[in-house]
C-alpha cells in the first residue's frame, strides 16, 4: 500500500509543485506515496469562512481558530485507513531530526497541520502526537516546514530513491556529517581532487572519509559528536586533532 501524506492547509496550491517535480511527483504517479491535501476553511462554520480570530489576553496578530481545524482532522480520522502520527508544525516544537524521518518512515503514513499567522489555539494540541520545529527561525506559516519533513521521510519509502546504497553514507546516518566528495575534472580552480581516492586502494579511501567526516563534524557541529558513535579508533583520530588546537574558524 501506498505511503499516505495527509496535509491539513489553508493554502493547498502551495503543494502543487512537489506533485509535478522530481523524484516525489514520480513516486506519486507509481502510487509508491499518496499525498492527500485538506484544507480546514471548508469546516468553518460562519458565513465569512473565518478561520482565524484576535487572541484572548490581547497582543499582535491573529490566532487560528481550534473548532474548524479539530473538525477537519477528526473528519479524516473516521476516513483514513488507518491511523497516523498527527504532527503540527510550529516554531515553537522540538525540534525534527533524521532519525524523526526514520521512524515515521516505517509507519503508514503522517499526517501534517500546517499553522499560519501567529499559529494555533493552544487547545489544538491536545489533538495531536507531537509539536515539531524545522529549525530555529520563523517561517510565515508550516507548509514549508511540512513540505521538509514531507521530502525527507519520503526518500527513505522503498521505492522512491533509486540507489538505497546512496542513504548509509550520507549526511546524519549515523550521527555525523559526510565526507567530502569529488567527481572530473581532476584539477579545478587550482584545486586537485586528494590523491587518497585515485589510489584504487579502498581500505585506505574508507579510513580517509571516517577521519573527513569526523573532521568536518568537529569543525562544522560540534554539538552533534556528543551523541555520534564513535570507535576507539574514532577517538583517538579526534584526541589528536584536540592536540593539535581548536578548529580553524572558517570553512574546514
Ligand atoms: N512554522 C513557522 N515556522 C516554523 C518552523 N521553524 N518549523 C515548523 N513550523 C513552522
Given at each position: 500500500m501506498a505511503y499516505r501524506f495527509d496535509i491539513l492547509t489553508l493554502f493547498p496550491g502551495l503543494f502543487s509543485g512537489l506533485r509535478q517535480e522530481s523524484l516525489l511527483g514520480k513516486a506519486l504517479d507509481a502510487g509508491t506515496l499518496d499525498l492527500q491535501l485538506h484544507d480546514?476553511?471548508?469546516?468553518?462554520?460562519?458565513k465569512h469562512h473565518t478561520a482565524d480570530d484576535a487572541p484572548f489576553g490581547g497582543g499582535a496578530g491573529l490566532l487560528l481558530k481550534p473548532d474548524p481545524v479539530v473538525a477537519c482532522l477528526q473528519d479524516l480520522q473516521t476516513k483514513q485507513p488507518f491511523a497516523s502520527p498527527v504532527l503540527l508544525l510550529s516554531p515553537a516544537g522540538r525540534l525534527f531530526r533524521q532519525q524523526d524521518a526514520h521512524a515515521w518512515a516505517q509507519g503508514p503514513g503522517l499526517t501534517l497541520l500546517c499553522g499560519r499567522?501567529?499559529?494555533?489555539?493552544?487547545?489544538?494540541?491536545?489533538?495531536?502526537d507531537d509539536v515539531i520545529s524545522i529549525g530555529d527561525y520563523v517561517l510565515n506559516g508550516g507548509e514549508v516546514a511540512a513540505m521538509v519533513i514531507l521530502e525527507a521521510v519520503a526518500r527513505l519509502i522503498p521505492g522512491v530513491i533509486g540507489n538505497a546504497a546512496s542513504l548509509h553514507d550520507e549526511s546524519h546516518a549515523d550521527g555525523l556529517l559526510e565526507y567530502p566528495q569529488y567527481t572530473r575534472p581532476r584539477t579545478f580552480a587550482g584545486q586537485d581532487v586528494p590523491d587518497i581516492l585515485l589510489s584504487g586502494d579502498h581500505a585506505k579511501i574508507a579510513q580517509w572519509r571516517r577521519q573527513q567526516r569526523l573532521q568536518r563534524t568537529r569543525q562544522r557541529r560540534p554539538d552533534l559528536l556528543v551523541n555520534a558513535t564513535l570507535s576507539a579508533q574514532d577517538a583517538g583520530f579526534l584526541a589528536a586533532l584536540d592536540a593539535l588546537g581548536p578548529p580553524e574558524p572558517g570553512r574546514p
Open positions: 480546514w476553511r471548508r469546516f468553518t462554520t460562519d499567522y501567529e499559529g494555533f489555539d493552544a487547545r489544538v494540541e491536545t489533538s495531536v
